[in-house]
């Protein structure tokens, strides 16, 4: 069983929204930084967000900033990615991944370090 599960991608319409949720199965986890990442095959994997795990501190690749959001509820164990105006150019898996850190308004806007990741979510944009 998978400690990070990715859920809410799909197919949407350019222009369109969804929201993706990862859900965590691990002890305190305000003490998890979780970094959202994309993949498309034959491409570079690429770092889209982070969030602290207090959720005081979020950091966002450039091409996404002002259409995505990051979030979490840590009673809830789950880190939210909202993305909204939805390109083409967004389709690729979506992973999710965390970080241990003891300072909880860190996050990191890499791979390295990660401790768990998800299976990932595909979405796709298309018309």
């Known amino acids: 069983q998978s400690l990070l599960v990715e859920s809410g991608g799909g197919l949407v319409q350019p222009g369109g929204s969804l929201t993706l949720s990862c859900q965590a199965s691990?002890?305190?986890?305000?003490?998890?930084?979780v970094t959202w990442f994309r993949h498309v095959p034959g491409k570079e994997r690429e770092v889209i967000s982070c969030i602290s795990g207090s959720g005081t501190n979020t950091k966002y690749k450039e091409a996404v900033k002002v259409r995505f959001t990051v979030s979490r509820d840590n009673a809830k164990n789950t880190v939210y990615l909202q993305m909204n105006s939805l390109e083409p150019e967004d389709t690729a898996v979506y992973y999710c991944?965390?970080?241990?850190?003891?300072?909880?308004?860190?996050?990191?806007?890499?791979?390295?370090?990660?401790?768990?990741w998800g299976q990932g979510t595909q979405v796709t944009v298309s018309s």
């Open positions: 691990l002890p305190d986890f305000s003490y998890d930084s």
């Open positions: 991944a965390t970080q241990s850190t003891l300072v909880t308004s860190m996050c990191f806007m890499t791979a390295t370090g990660m401790n768990f």
